[in-house]
């Protein structure tokens, strides 16, 4: 299974359907902000949730979330 963080925008979106087409069913996308994308990938980093691959695109995390 593939986690997938990804802005809102429009060239993020379509990484969201590339990410679609390429892994089907086995995906799961979290549409972000640049309010939100650090706590959403903390909180996730945090969680007991278990994912093949993670994936961030269109969109950074801060330095201290990257570490």
């Not at 069913?25 to 994308?37: A, L, M, Q, T």
């Amino acid at each position: 299974m593939i986690k997938l963080f990804t802005h809102t925008d429009l060239d993020g979106v379509s990484c969201e359907i590339l990410g679609r087409i390429a892994f089907g069913e086995d995906i799961d996308v979290v549409r972000c902000g640049y309010g939100n994308i650090d706590d959403k990938v903390e909180e996730f980093i945090n969680s007991d949730e278990e994912y093949d691959k993670l994936f961030i695109t269109d969109i950074s995390v801060n330095k201290e979330i990257a570490d």
